[in-house]
């Protein structure tokens, strides 16, 4: 039996909306995010979002967009992935990363450059790793590997307090609002999850 990491997701997102997101003694003086003990640094945040800023502005889709949140949800979301699929020897190549990329934008669109640009690749690569892994087929026993290994990483998700608090529920910074968001462009939104109707 397979499953898609869709429904390993919804599992996540019920279980998730039980646990505490845990306060700890982080000194946030240098630190944006702390996630399973994998720090985000403010000067790594900050670097990641003016680069994406810098290469989208042109576009007036994106005149509004909120990079730093962007890239702050991809990173926290990357982390947590890269973690729980290394718990069942999967690893998503830069040639899948690729692939995805040309196939989604051609070198005529604004995104097209994001992939390329060294700055803002470590969070697009988190971008794509989701939606690569969110047409993967896993086993059963992996599903429940993976399963366990966000779970323990959503729980250990902390946020410093000047870019919001961490949504267990919704797996998304809490000061992210669709009113401080462009009206279009693929990338306006951070990767986000469609929960299966079954929901099993």
């Known amino acids: 039996m397979k499953r898609s990491v869709k429904k390993i997701v919804a599992g996540l ?6 646990l505490a997101v845990s306060g700890g003694s982080t000194s946030w003086n240098s630190t944006a995010a702390v996630v399973d003990g994998q720090t985000l640094t403010m000067s790594a945040l900050d670097s990641q979002a003016q680069a994406v ?3 989208l502005s042109a576009n007036p889709q994106y005149a509004n967009m909120d990079a730093v949140g962007f890239v702050m949800q991809n990173d926290i979301m990357g982390m947590m992935l890269g973690h729980a699929l290394g718990q069942v020897g999967v690893t998503i190549t830069d040639q899948q990363r690729d692939a995805y990329w040309t196939q989604t934008f051609s070198p005529g669109q604004a995104e097209y450059a994001l992939w390329t640009d060294p700055k803002a690749k470590p969070c697009i690569s988190n971008y794509i790793d989701w939606q690569i892994a969110q047409t993967m087929s896993f086993t059963q026993d992996q599903v429940n590997a993976i399963n366990s290994a966000l779970t323990a990483s959503s729980n250990a998700v902390t946020v410093n307090p000047r870019y919001g608090t961490w949504d267990a529920q919704n797996l998304t910074l809490s000061t992210r609002s669709a009113g401080n968001q462009p009206a279009a462009g693929p990338l306006a939104q951070p990767t986000t999850f469609t929960l299966p109707d079954d929901k099993q």
């Open 13 to 18: 997102v019920m279980v998730v909306a039980l």
């Open 53 to 55: 800023k810098n290469i």
